[in-house]
């Protein structure tokens, strides 16, 4: 057996919650660095959140995509996330990657985030949103609830505040579903939450 011990990993990114927000979206954990294409949350130039979110808002999934130098427009994101009141994090502050890539699978949670410290900032805010299964597994366990169907949600509260989990299909593309299918899922929630209109 080996000796060597897996480095913990801090969250590298300062969590984004704009004022206003209505709804938390949270990953897993961010993949390494040297997969980013840009500094904020769903940098790898491999996951599809924001050509889904792109696609819902302009009808163009390559709206926050610059093609020729093959990263993301952060000014872009960033601005467009307050506007539309979505605030981001991952549900684990500190992780063990047991495995040298960026699957949740091989994900240890060593410190799952405060949600609560999180939302106190986020006085609007009455819904989160898990984008893949370690993030809910993680999640539901914070709070000791059912996991909701993929694209559905649960209820639950956070002291006297209503508040539903939304699971979300994961926008990574080793989650074998089609763009436009995930988007569909995606779609029903921001619409239900009055952020997306239609």
Same mark, same amino acid.
């Given at each position: 057996?080996?000796?060597?011990?897996?480095?913990?990993?801090?969250?590298?990114?300062?969590?984004?919650?704009?004022?206003?927000?209505?709804?938390?979206?949270?990953?897993?954990?961010?993949?390494?660095?040297?997969?980013?294409?840009?500094?904020?949350?769903?940098?790898?130039?491999?996951?599809?959140?924001?050509?889904?979110?792109?696609?819902?808002?302009?009808?163009?999934?390559?709206?926050?995509?610059?093609?020729?130098?093959?990263?993301?427009?952060?000014?872009? =994101?960033?601005?467009? %996330?307050? +506007?539309?009141?979505?605030? /981001?994090?991952?549900?684990?502050?500190?992780? !063990?990657?047991?495995?040298?890539?960026?699957?949740?699978?091989?994900?240890?949670?060593?410190?799952?985030?405060?949600?609560?410290?999180?939302?106190?900032?986020?006085?609007?805010?009455?819904?989160?949103?898990?984008?893949?299964?370690?993030?809910?597994?993680?999640?539901?366990?914070?709070?000791? =609830?059912?996991?909701? %169907?993929? +694209?559905?949600?649960?209820? /639950?509260?956070?002291?006297?505040?209503?508040? !539903?989990?939304?699971?979300?299909?994961?926008?990574?593309?080793?989650?074998?579903?089609?763009?436009?299918?995930?988007?569909?899922?995606?779609?029903?929630?921001?619409?239900?939450?009055?952020?997306?209109?239609?």
């Amino acid at each position: 057996m080996s000796d060597i011990q897996i480095p913990i990993e801090e969250h590298p990114l300062q969590p984004f919650l704009p004022e206003g927000a209505r709804l938390l979206m949270l990953g897993s954990f961010p993949p390494q660095k040297k997969r980013w294409s840009m500094e904020f949350y769903y940098p790898n130039f491999q996951n599809d959140m924001w050509r889904i979110l792109g696609y819902l808002f302009y009808g163009d999934k390559e709206h926050f995509v610059d093609k020729s130098r093959k990263v993301f427009k952060k000014e872009e =994101i960033v601005a467009f %996330a307050e +506007g539309h009141g979505l605030a /981001f994090y991952d549900t684990a502050s500190s992780i !063990r990657r047991l495995q040298d890539n960026a699957s949740d699978k091989f994900l240890e949670v060593v410190e799952p985030t405060d949600v609560e410290l999180l939302l106190r900032h986020l006085p609007q805010c009455r819904a989160l949103c898990t984008t893949g299964q370690k993030a809910t597994d993680t999640i539901c366990a914070l709070f000791g =609830i059912s996991q909701p %169907a993929v +694209g559905g949600y649960t209820l /639950f509260n956070i002291g006297d505040k209503e508040m !539903r989990l939304y699971r979300m299909p994961s926008s990574s593309r080793a989650y074998p579903l089609a763009l436009e299918k995930k988007a569909a899922f995606y779609r029903n929630m921001l619409r239900e939450l009055g952020i997306l209109a239609g």
